[in-house]
């Protein structure tokens, strides 16, 4: 089970979604891919970043998910620094952000904090909005 803690006193959103395959991890990035299903987050062209899974089902099946600002664990290649807040976080892995995107670069959301055990990334910010702030 990831451990992805949420912010104190972050704003919330959550929407019921169908499941596009089994999931079996709570609290990994999810993303919706042009079949409008959700998938468990993978740096794919054509996937946007939701939020984050609060519980487990099979392929079909609807769950919440949640957006909020989260903490991720850092990249080791690519890591996320003080001096980045306000920037743009991508998706390194389904637990993972990182400061630069790979080849289809799927943003998470906007860089909000970052302390000794990750990075604090609002999810809640409109795709849009973390562009023009990178």
Avoid: H
């Amino acid at each position: 089970m990831a451990d992805t803690p949420r912010m104190s006193g972050a704003q919330i959103i959550t929407s019921r979604v169908e499941l596009g395959e089994d999931l079996s991890e709570v609290g990994v990035i999810m993303a919706v891919k042009s079949d409008d299903e959700v998938y468990e987050a993978t740096d794919i062209s054509g996937e946007r970043c939701v939020g984050i899974a609060t519980g487990i089902g099979d392929e079909g099946e609807y769950i919440i998910v949640a957006s909020s600002v989260y903490r991720f664990d850092n990249s080791e290649n690519n890591a996320i620094a003080a001096a980045n807040i306000g920037e743009v976080a991508y998706l390194e892995d389904s637990n993972t952000v990182r400061l630069s995107g790979s080849t289809a670069s799927l943003i998470v959301g906007v860089i909000r904090g970052i302390d000794d055990n990750g990075v604090w990334v609002d999810m809640n910010c409109p795709t849009e909005v973390a562009i023009s702030a990178s």
